[in-house]
């Protein structure tokens, strides 16, 4: 069952300021799920140099703000290193747990495709840590289609995890 609507999230590009809201968000799913293969909890620092990372390389780090508040974030990073890939990227969302299934992910993956595409990208790749419904659903919601699927590639909370690939051409 759908979740009651929320404000509709202001979208913004990601600071240094943010890090500590962002990584309290993401180690919920590095402590308690399979959705990312990191293990141990990351600093506020850590995640700081990161995000540093992604707007070195003049890649969009969004921000979608409810009511003052961090709700979730998406950012793009260089889906390869060598150069025939330049066009390409690996895209990344993640949310606060009570803004699942309420559009926050959808706002945010919308305004990074646009931002992907001034940036000229052509097509992008978002990795998905099997099962996960809800990931799947709005990677295609969003135009995106499934290209691969690694078995048993992780091993976390004692158990073998899949990943799946989705791609779309911008």
């Known amino acids: 069952m759908p979740r009651p609507a929320m404000p509709a999230p202001l979208i913004r590009d990601a600071v240094a300021a943010d ?16 959705v990312t293969f990191e293990e141990a909890p990351v600093s506020a620092e850590e995640f ?12 969009p ?3 979608a703000e409810v009511e003052g508040v961090a709700a ?6 260089r889906w390869k290193e060598r150069s025939a890939y330049r066009y390409s990227v690996e895209s990344t969302v993640y949310l ?3 803004s699942a299934g309420r559009g926050v992910g959808t706002a945010l993956y919308r305004a990074l495709f646009v931002r992907l595409t001034a940036w000229g990208a052509h097509a992008v790749m978002g990795g998905v840590s099997l099962p996960n419904e ?12 499934k290209v691969a699927h690694f ?18 051409v911008l």
């Open 19 to 34: 890090a500590p809201e962002l990584v309290a968000i993401y180690n919920h799913f590095v402590q308690h799920t399979i």
């Open 134 to 145: 809800a990931s799947v659903a709005l990677h295609e919601k969003l135009g995106m289609r």
């Open 48 to 59: 700081a140099r990161r995000m540093d990372s992604v707007s070195g390389a003049a890649l």
């Open 96 to 98: 606060a747990p009570d």
């Open 151 to 168: 078995e048993a590639v992780g091993f976390k909370f004692g158990q073998w995890v899949d990943v799946g690939y989705w791609q779309r």
């Open 72 to 77: 979730g974030y998406a950012y793009a990073s």
């Open 61 to 63: 780090y969004l921000v």
